[in-house]
C-alpha cells in the first residue's frame, strides 16, 4: 500500500505562483512515475503533469505548458509542482497519482485520469482570484 499526501494549495491572485508537494511512502518511491491531475468543479479529472522515475522525461498538458514545472525528489519521496502566472482557469482541486509498477513509463498518465492501477492522495484546493 502507498499513501499519497499533496500540500501547498491556497488562494492566490491572478498572475501569482504556488507551489504543491507530493510525499508518497514506499522504499520504492525512485521507481515510481508520478502525475499530477486537477478537477475544477462540474468537469471531469485531467492530467496536469507528470515524471519519470529518474526525472529524465517530463510531461504537460498544452494548458499548462510554459506555466508549470514537474520536479521530483527521491530521496525526500517527493514530488513538486511550481506553478507559475496563475490564472482562474488553473482553480480546482490538483491531485498527486503514484504509479507504483517499476519504471513504467509516465506517458501513460497522460491518457488515463482514473486509473486503479494508481495510488491517489485526497488533494489539495488551489483557488485562483481573478
Known amino acids: 500500500q502507498v499513501q499519497v499526501v499533496e500540500s501547498g494549495g491556497g488562494l492566490v491572485q491572478a498572475g501569482g505562483s504556488l507551489r504543491l508537494s507530493c510525499v508518497a511512502s514506499?522504499?520504492?518511491?525512485?521507481?515510481?512515475?508520478m502525475g499530477w491531475f486537477r478537477q475544477a468543479p462540474g468537469k471531469e479529472r485531467e492530467f496536469v503533469a507528470a515524471?519519470?522515475?529518474?526525472?529524465?522525461?517530463?510531461y504537460y498538458a498544452d494548458s499548462v505548458k510554459g506555466r508549470f514545472t514537474i520536479s521530483r525528489d527521491n530521496a525526500k519521496n517527493t514530488v513538486y509542482l511550481q506553478m507559475n502566472t496563475l490564472k482562474p482557469e488553473d482553480t480546482a482541486v490538483y491531485y498527486c497519482?503514484?504509479?507504483?509498477?517499476?519504471?513504467?513509463?509516465?506517458?501513460?498518465?497522460?491518457?488515463?485520469?482514473?486509473?486503479?492501477?494508481?495510488?491517489w492522495g485526497q488533494g489539495t484546493q488551489v483557488t485562483v482570484s481573478s
Open positions: 497519482a503514484a504509479d507504483p509498477r517499476p519504471f513504467t513509463t509516465a506517458q501513460t498518465m497522460m491518457f488515463t485520469t482514473r486509473s486503479n492501477d494508481y495510488y
Open positions: 514506499g522504499r520504492t518511491f525512485s521507481t515510481y512515475a
Open positions: 515524471i519519470s522515475w529518474s526525472a529524465g522525461n517530463t
